[in-house]
């Protein structure tokens, strides 16, 4: 049995990393293991470019993480992969609420109405979203890997993958062993919030070599540490998440293979985690009228057929979704919290993907990859914009069926169409070029539907106007149609000068779908004078250069992994509210240019030690704007994007036996990021002005580590401390104006155990 403690890919530019796999089996020592393990060649497979490769001959920057390291590391959800993942941050307002950010692209770390910069998959759905809406963070457990590939990802990966793609590979049922486990994880937070987490996997051959089962279940109780002054609630962002997938995999001829698979998740903070850090001395309040609610309900179901041709394989994905969430939450510090305003928003959304690939399987001088993806959405939102009935009341205000003075229904239909293909030639062993294209066609449209109302209730809050509201019945109307087609590229060439060096060089395109504004060509109703809302905002682009070395010396002690890219982002989407009325709008604005590096160094000095330090240095500005773009958008030339000028880590793993049967290990990882802006610096449609919410981030520093042993094949027993200095930097700033708890901060230092055993 051998315990990988660190079987990590984690490369900033994509190599493996020599990690020790120590065992004690059949009278081999660890030390002996260890040295055998030196002795030979790893290889990481990974699947980022839809074929199985070694992940040192894939040119583009790739951090993958086994199940192994994610379970001794303690990585539950996409918090976890940000902190080992050079390059990436993840901007976390709270719970539900995640965007990754990946080498400098990003305005903000909210993009409401924008597409994500960062496409997450689980297998070959994608579950990202636009900024606005809840993206649930799927919990990782019994997967595969989890595949963090930065850089576009346009050719194979489409649209949402401007700046990169998280996959999250699910394991599929051995056909053969039956295989049992138990993870549970108790944990103490600030001395009174106790966090538990129970995950169990079960695998049952049913016909041998051809059908198996595999059922997985998770629930997460974790209490909060957030106090609500409005609410009363103490540790108020309280989380509750359950759910799970069954998975049957079906092998009818040694050549083909059909999986099915049904996942559920449902994710259920009581209350955001963001904070108001001037309303005490302790940075762990905020003030609410009511909870603010971001909770997800996500129901999917797979069927991928899997079938060998010998010259190439075939494979078709199919997958359905059914996506529920609510966003409830108060607004009414739009108005300095003296009128109630708040936004009770129910989405439903529906998806359907549909994806069939043949890739090359014969050994010759051609690789190749060709393809077809249809993805559809429906997204169905109800509005309900609310007051207070006391305060409706106090002042006279009638003609409401209820407390609500607005509820309006929508809903949004998008279509993407492509083909796409990836040709490699291999001019020799040490020698190969890569050409990439994918030609797609996006439309968005939107639907106001008929029902519901409207009313005059915040212009005469707003004024003191007393006496009854005028209420307007809503019509159904039709929004403009959103069409963008064309092509994305990507070409690379890879050389190896030696067996254990390889040099790429890499360029690729990447682009999001156009936008259409629910509210565009309409005026405010509070400021006249206000800008208009626009339309909407065509698709961006982005082009990325890249240079990179990956090598490995001494048997696989040592390793040296750098990336150096160049980004030229033109026709950005940006978002923008309105002043007057908090009315949120996507447009575009002119181009920015991000540069930056992306370094691992990993040695393993002694049998069990591994130290290693990764990080990147990113320069990211806006560098095209013209004066109408500069007014509606608050940007600046000049204007730095969000994201760190450096972050960085360090870490050592070390394992040794303690007893025939038992192998101890400890592990530390610390780890600093920059501050950054966290939006354009000035007001929109008032030039020159700054924004009342302009609020850089702070810098942060975060220690974990953790203590443990293995006990014989099937027993691990971990104790760990996460944040153990309890940082409480700002490392979120909300950039919107109705929230008045705008911050959010690391979990405060948590003690805790983690025990598992295996069958």
Same mark, same amino acid.
């Given at each position: 049995m051998k315990y990988v403690l660190c079987a990590s890919v984690s490369a900033v530019a994509l190599i493996a990393l020599p990690c020790p796999a120590l065992a004690q089996t059949g009278g081999e020592t660890a030390a002996e293991e260890n040295q055998q393990r030196s002795d030979r060649d790893d290889v990481i497979v990974v699947t980022a470019t839809r074929r199985e490769m070694n992940v040192q001959d894939i040119p583009l920057s790739v951090t993958a993480f086994s199940q192994e390291e994610l379970t001794t590391k303690g990585i539950v959800g996409y918090e976890g992969l940000a902190l080992e993942t050079p390059g990436a941050v993840l901007n976390k307002p709270t719970a539900n609420f995640n965007t990754f950010s990946v080498r400098g692209?990003?305005?903000?770390?909210?993009?409401?109405?924008?597409?994500?910069?960062?496409?997450?998959? *689980?297998?070959?759905?994608? =579950?990202?979203?636009?900024?606005?809406?809840?993206?649930?963070?799927?919990?990782?457990?019994?997967?595969?890997?989890?595949?963090?590939?930065?850089?576009?990802?346009?050719?194979?990966?489409?649209?949402?993958?401007?700046?990169?793609?998280?996959?999250?590979?699910?394991?599929?049922? $051995?056909? $053969?062993?039956?295989?049992?486990?138990?993870?549970?994880?108790?944990?103490?937070?600030?001395?009174?919030?106790?966090?538990?987490?129970?995950?169990?996997?079960?695998?049952?051959?049913?016909?041998?070599?051809?059908?198996?089962?595999?059922?997985?279940?998770?629930?997460?109780?974790?209490?909060?540490?957030?106090?609500?002054?409005?609410?009363?609630?103490?540790?108020?962002?309280?989380?509750?998440?359950?759910?799970?997938?069954? =998975?049957?995999?079906?092998?009818?001829?040694p050549d083909t293979s059909v999986r099915f698979m049904y996942l559920h998740e449902t994710s259920e903070p009581e209350d955001s985690q963001l904070i108001n850090p001037n309303l005490g001395t302790d940075r762990d309040q905020r003030r609410t009228r009511r909870p603010d609610i971001f909770a997800g309900y996500l129901d999917s179901y797979n069927v991928t057929l899997d079938h060998d041709f010998g010259f190439a394989n075939f494979t078709s994905s199919t997958t359905f979704s059914n996506y529920d969430q609510s966003f409830i939450i108060d607004l009414d510090a739009t108005f300095g919290g003296a009128i109630p305003f708040a936004l009770d928003a129910l989405a439903y959304d529906e998806a359907f993907v549909q994806e069939m690939r043949l890739v090359s399987q014969t050994d010759g001088r051609w690789d190749w990859v060709v393809g077809a993806f249809y993805y559809y959405k429906r997204r169905d939102v109800d509005y309900n914009y609310r007051s207070d009935e006391a305060f409706l009341a106090a002042r006279g205000m009638t003609g409401l069926p209820d407390e609500y003075y607005s509820r309006s229904s929508s809903h949004f239909v998008s279509n993407e169409l492509a083909a796409f293909g990836e040709l490699t030639y291999r001019f020799s062993d040490n020698f190969w070029l890569t050409g990439g294209l994918r030609y797609g066609s996006l439309d968005v449209q939107g639907f106001a539907e008929e029902g519901g109302y409207t009313s005059n209730y915040l212009v005469n809050a707003i004024y003191g106007i007393p006496g009854p509201l005028t209420v307007t019945p809503n019509v159904a109307a039709v929004g403009d149609e959103g069409v963008e087609e064309g092509p994305s590229f990507k070409f690379s060439a890879s050389y190896k000068p030696v067996e254990n060096i390889t040099l790429y060089a890499t360029y690729a395109t990447g682009f999001r779908t156009p936008v259409v504004n629910a509210r565009g060509g309409l005026p405010s109703t509070v400021d006249p004078n206000d800008i208009v809302i626009p339309y909407g905002a065509v698709? $961006? $682009?982005?082009?990325?250069?890249?240079?990179?070395?990956?090598?490995?010396?001494?048997?696989? /002690?040592?390793?040296?992994?750098?990336?150096?890219?160049?980004?030229?982002?033109?026709? *950005?989407?940006?978002?923008?509210?309105?002043?007057?009325?908090?009315?949120?709008?996507?447009?575009?604005?002119?181009?920015?240019?991000?540069?930056?590096?992306?370094?691992?160094?990993?040695?393993?000095?002694?049998?069990?030690?591994? =130290?290693?330090?990764?990080?990147?240095?990113?320069?990211?500005?806006?560098?095209?704007?013209?004066?109408?773009?500069?007014?509606?958008?608050?940007?600046?030339?000049?204007?730095?994007?969000?994201?760190?000028?450096?972050?960085?880590?360090?870490?050592?793993?070390?394992?040794?036996?303690?007893? !025939?049967?038992?192998? !101890?290990?400890?592990?530390?990882?610390? /780890?600093?990021?920059?501050?950054?802006?966290?939006?354009?610096?000035?007001?929109?449609?008032?030039?020159?002005?700054?924004s009342p919410t302009y609020a850089p981030t702070e810098d942060y520093q975060t220690v974990n580590a953790s203590l443990g042993a293995h006990f014989g094949e099937n027993f691990t027993a971990t104790v760990y401390v996460e944040n153990a200095f309890d940082n409480d930097s700002l490392i979120y700033s909300h950039p919107e104006a109705f929230a008045d708890a705008r911050f959010s901060t690391l979990r405060p230092r948590t003690i805790g155990v983690r025990l598992n055993y295996r069958h």
């Open positions: 692209v990003a305005t903000n770390g909210y993009g409401a109405n924008l597409q994500n910069t960062v496409a997450v998959y *689980i297998d070959e759905l994608p =579950i990202s979203a636009n900024g606005n809406s809840t993206q649930l963070d799927s919990t990782l457990f019994d997967v595969e890997r989890v595949e963090f590939l930065r850089g576009p990802q346009g050719t194979l990966f489409g649209s949402g993958s401007l700046a990169g793609a998280v996959r999250i590979l699910t394991r599929s049922p $051995d056909l $053969d062993e039956f295989d049992a486990e138990l993870l549970v994880d108790f944990g103490l937070t600030e001395g009174d919030s106790f966090r538990q987490r129970y995950n169990g996997m079960v695998n049952i051959p049913l016909v041998e070599d051809r059908l198996a089962l595999r059922v997985v279940g998770f629930y997460r109780n974790e209490e909060g540490w957030v106090e609500n002054i409005g609410t009363g609630e103490d540790n108020a962002n309280t989380l509750e998440s359950y759910g799970g997938r069954a =998975i049957l995999q079906w092998e009818p001829t698709s $961006d $682009d982005l082009e990325n250069f890249e240079v990179g070395l990956k090598g490995n010396w001494f048997n696989n /002690r040592l390793s040296a992994n750098i990336a150096a890219y160049l980004i030229d982002w033109s026709n *950005i989407q940006v978002q923008a509210n309105r002043v007057s009325d908090q009315v949120q709008f996507a447009t575009n604005i002119g181009g920015a240019t991000s540069q930056g590096i992306e370094f691992e160094v990993n040695a393993m000095p002694t049998d069990g030690l591994n =130290i290693g330090i990764n990080g990147s240095f990113n320069s990211a500005e806006v560098d095209e704007l013209t004066a109408t773009q500069a007014a509606i958008s608050g940007a600046v030339l000049g204007a730095p994007m969000a994201f760190p000028e450096f972050q960085g880590s360090i870490y050592v793993n070390y394992a040794w036996s303690i007893g !025939a049967d038992t192998l !101890a290990f400890a592990n530390v990882n610390a /780890r600093h990021v920059d501050g950054f802006v966290n939006q354009f610096p000035n007001v929109p449609g008032q030039p020159g002005v700054q």
